[in-house]
């Protein structure tokens, strides 16, 4: 299996290139700390100025057996085109100037301040990287879970790449298998923009309340655009219906916890080629904890050193060789995809 960071551009990669005068915005890499799947997800300049518009082959021409003496007829292949939208996440930090100013530290009080609203927007795209649905939120972009809410059992509908882990109540989580590259599924920005979460410090600014008085404010500007392209639905796979309840019986005595390893066989087996990009699995912490405590029953469930940022080397849970990395924007109070 190829290695992403080295194949493709995360958006971490996008950030540290160096600005006109040298510099190297840290905010994207602060961003990533706290959600592992944008360490993965590569990102390129949409072909449109809201989005992208990628051209999906449909059907292949079958070819002819021909006999001694008879004809052939021309056949050719099928395409549509799909369009992925980008939304636009945007927020203001705005921090009374005497107090930023009451430590002698104004730019360190600020930067501190500034990481609430950092971690505020990461949460809102991871949020929606999962759940985004343009039907109810038509400012946002498209996620996972609206493309892959449903089941079914036709290998040429994108509902046979969901498979159901048993749940039927609404405290369920999901387990995703996602190939990431540039013919499988990527993230993106709009044409002729920025990539990432863009910071602008605005500066000392007057600010006038509703009674007239005013005061003085520092004021930055923080704005992301993003979406998220599905270019081959064979590349993603959903495990749906992971009851939590029974998840959180794992290893003991009365073991009800769902199978996940067979359920994370069966996802492997639905991706057609793993050499088309780099292949991660993501949970939350109460699928990753019940995966933990299933290590005992599984040779290829493994905790594997790898090396982080600063050179630390830290211990990694994977499964088959592939990744298995932490969102806690997943939920545990799903609805049962049916």
Not at 36 to 53: Q, V
Not at 145 to 152: D, E, K, Q, T, V
Not at 153 to 163: A, L, P
Not at 209 to 226: C, I
Request: hydrophobic content about 35%; overall charge negative.
């Amino acid at each position: 299996m190829a290695e992403l960071n080295d194949m493709y551009p995360t958006l971490l990669d996008i950030a540290k290139r160096k600005d006109p005068n040298g510099k190297v915005d840290k905010i994207a890499e602060m961003m990533t700390q706290t959600n592992e799947i944008l360490l993965d997800m590569p990102f390129y300049e949409g072909n449109l100025e809201t989005g992208h518009k990628s051209t999906i082959r449909t059907g292949l021409p079958s070819g002819t057996w021909r006999k001694l003496y008879g004809g052939v007829l021309p056949g050719k292949s099928t395409t549509t085109q799909v369009t992925d939208t980008c939304g636009m996440l945007e927020n203001y930090a705005e921090i009374d100037k005497d107090l930023a100013e009451l430590n002698g530290n104004a730019g360190a009080f600020r930067a501190s301040e500034d990481r609430a609203f950092i971690e505020g927007m990461n949460q809102q795209m991871a949020e929606t990287l999962i759940y985004g649905d343009t039907d109810a939120n038509p400012e946002r972009f498209l996620g996972l879970a609206p493309r892959y809410n449903a089941l079914s059992t036709d290998e040429t509908n994108i509902g046979f790449n969901v498979i159901n882990g048993g749940g039927s109540d609404s405290d369920n989580t999901s387990l995703w298998l996602v190939v990431w590259g540039p013919d499988t599924a990527f993230g993106i920005y709009p044409k002729n923009s920025k990539a990432g979460l863009q910071h602008k410090d605005l500066g000392e600014q007057t600010k006038t309340l509703s009674d007239g008085s005013m005061y003085q404010v520092l004021r930055a500007h923080y704005q992301w655009k993003n979406g998220l392209v599905v270019k081959d639905w064979r590349y993603i796979v959903r495990i749906a219906n992971l009851d939590k309840s029974n998840m959180d019986t794992a290893g003991e005595t009365s073991d009800s916890s769902p199978n996940l390893i067979n359920r994370m066989i069966d996802a492997i087996e639905r991706i057609p080629n793993f050499g088309m990009g780099k292949a991660v699995f993501y949970g939350n912490r109460y699928a990753k904890s019940c995966l933990r405590k299933q290590l005992k029953n599984c040779a290829e469930l493994n905790l594997e050193d790898v090396m982080g940022a600063g050179g630390i080397v830290r211990k990694e849970l994977t499964f088959g060789g592939i990744p298995i990395r932490r969102v806690d924007q997943i939920l545990n109070n799903e609805s049962a995809v049916s």
